[in-house]
């Protein structure tokens, strides 16, 4: 599966932006599909994730209540809604997908089989 990600850009300290994940090759049918960020000079972290069947969510305590992601099945694209931006919030954000996650595995970048080539969130104070 390819993963095209998008929807970064420039914003303001308690802005919004939305970022999309499409895939195309095959439907996120049966994946789990993750949201990563990395800063400069730090490691890649989690984000948020979603199970595309069943659709349950999960969050990084930094951006629980500001963050919100969702899917489309028909467009067979998942967003991440990020409000009340924050300038720590900076960096370029990854989704990543896979088909056989187990719950205690999501948080880990490692864990994903397919990445999309990232979108850069720039947040300014």
């Known amino acids: 599966v390819q993963l095209q990600a998008s929807g970064g850009g420039l914003v303001q300290a308690g802005g919004s932006l939305r970022l999309s994940c499409a895939a195309s090759g095959r439907t996120f049918s049966g994946y789990t599909i993750g949201w990563f960020r990395q800063a400069p000079g730090k490691e890649r972290e989690f984000v948020s994730g979603?199970?595309?069947?069943?659709?349950?969510?999960y969050y990084a305590d930094s951006v629980k209540g500001r963050f919100t992601i969702s899917k489309d099945n028909a467009k067979n694209t998942v967003f991440l809604q990020m409000s009340s931006l924050k300038p720590e919030d900076t960096a370029v954000y990854y989704c990543?997908?896979?088909?056989?996650?187990?719950?205690?595995?999501?948080?880990?970048?490692?864990?994903?089989?397919?990445w999309g080539q990232g979108t850069l969130v720039t947040v300014s104070s």
């Open positions: 990543a997908a896979d088909a056989h996650m187990i719950l205690s595995s999501m948080r880990h970048s490692s864990n994903y089989d397919y």
């Open positions: 979603i199970r595309w069947s069943g659709g349950h969510t």
